[in-house]
């Protein structure tokens, strides 16, 4: 093996067939006959389809031009569901009508009425009742004020949506018993967030769709509750995080509540950032699939009617959280493993081989270019621990002595966690010989409430410092060069961006912002509904607050910028505006420092287009490789840096 220097190995995998794996990915799966799923493609332009499984092989259900999505909380989740005889329920993302499609042959037909706006009323995250009607969340935007409730809907379309639950600021997760007479589901209000605390009600459900006797059954404002759904006998189970740690609890049908997994340093539950995620499964014996995320790796337990959990054998360690699905003793499920991409996988709880059934990577990568996890744990400068996955290069040799340049990734959030698999985006860097560092900063999941609550108050202040934090590990056990280490994040992960550029100039020589915040005080009063009062918890109420959202918006310093940056946005997104990005690139241009702003038309928050995907990776390795001055192997469209002489 020649010897190249860092950053310059040759790679097969190249941007574009990342951007066709990474953009292919999943948003449910329902273990029927046949099975069926959702998933979403970049090379379509981020369309969702809905797909069977057959002996030839996967079928679209769903006919071209049809895209199933939902825009409910902007994040989206649950565009689709079934009824017993496999009929689909979906949402159109063209217009946010409501369609059902009742077989291969026939066209999805639209069954709520057509809205004054596209968008104006959106659908998601339904059931149907045995009498036929569609009980699901509406989201209403007028020109006053948005609005979430539960409405029902006769299947057929032959009446208006009717609203049964009006009584919160947001609902999720309707939930029917299988005798179609009982229904569960949750609500919560300013300022939680559904991670911080839900209520979970459950009621009668008349045939027309309406709900009596509705009653709070468990949860609160400090209390997070997540996945509600019935068994045939009555008992309503469901996760709970009152122990500091989400896990599975019931509440039987003479209403005791028992603690079913009693997990102490792992949990079941997961922040429900879009509708309709699931973490367990019923296995129709009194067994119990359920996904145990420990220090944000996941692995598929079994529990036992005797309440012993067993591991399923399986080398998959992070799971889908809109993808677990069961049916007698089958399992289905979208995992990935430190060797394999997100794989759509069907498995049987009683022994045997998995099946992978939808595989998102369309090329084998050679197993010794592959980088695989190695978990970190690091000293904070305030002496508390925080958690990374490093991905070390290979697949390359360099000239000894030399130090490998390290990408640090910050995820979004900031309340979700990276976990250790093969991340495509994550190779591109590694097999060009740079290292790369996933940081699960204080206030990311899958470490228990009180690491996910570290963040409370904090944001801007200790997130960004625990990636600094990881990078300076990296560096001073000789694995990196911090010469040539840069940030990277995308929303909330480029808040962290722009925040250690600013607030701590001397920490990374350059940074990338996808989508991120610059300005928090104008996030307070510029976003959506659903995140609306999010900073109430992670800074403070504004505009109480208004001071300390100012000192915490890197915007307001620009005179403390130094550090090349590059900023990449959607114009179309309404979570972090365009303007945020805006606002940082006239600042980098006030103070004369090298940077490019790169915009995509039709994109929101997170790219979805196949060619987005792959400009944004080949323009992050352009710019990192001028700012450092070394030449990729890879043949790249040059842009315009401002500020950068030569």
Sequence with gaps: MSERPFGTWQSRLSAAAVARGAGRFFGGVWLGDPLRWLEYRADEGGRGVIVEDSPDGPLDLTPAGFNVRTRVHEMGGAACWFDCDGGAFCSSFADGRLHVQRGRDFDPEPITPLPERPHALRYGDGVVTPSGVVICVRESHDTRAVTNELVAIPADGSEEPRAVDSASDFVASPRIDPSGTRIAWLRWNFPQMPWDGTELWAGTLEPDGTISDAALVAGGARESIFQPQWD???????????????????????????????????????????????RYALLGDERIACVVSRRA???????AADGALEPLEGEWTSIDPTTLDARGGTV??????????????????????????????????????????????FETRDGARAHAFFYPPSGGAAPAGERPPLRVICHGGPTAHSSPALKLGVQYFTQRGIGVVDVNYRGSSGFGRDYRRALEGRWGEIDWRDCVDAARHLADTGAADPARTWVQGGSAGGYVVTCSLTFEPEAFAAGVSLYGVADAEGLARDTHKFESRYL???????????????????????DALARPMLLLQGLDDEIVPPSQSEAMAAALAHKGVPHAYLTFEGEGHGFRNAATIARALESELYFVSRIFGFEPADAIEPFAISGLEG
């Design 332 to 377: 289905a499920f979208a995992a990935a493993a430190p060797g394999t991409a997100l794989t759509l996988v069907l498995a049987t709880v009683n022994g045997g081989p998995a099946r992978s059934v939808r595989a998102t990577l369309e090329q084998a990568l050679e197993s010794d270019a592959i980088s695989r996890p190695r978990p970190i744990d």
């Design 297 to 303: 790796s996941d692995s598929l337990w079994v529990r």
């Design 232 to 278: 045939s006998g009555g008992a309503l189970y469901f996760c709970s995080d009152r122990s500091g740690w989400w896990n599975l609890e019931r509440i039987t049908a003479d209403g005791r509540r028992d603690e079913l997994t009693a997990l102490r340093d792992a949990e079941v539950g997961y922040p429900a950032w879009v509708l309709g995620m699931r």
């Design 536 to 558: 109430d918890s992670l800074v403070g109420p504004y505009p109480e607050c208004a001071d300390l959202y100012r000192a915490r918006s890197p915007v307001n310093f620009p």
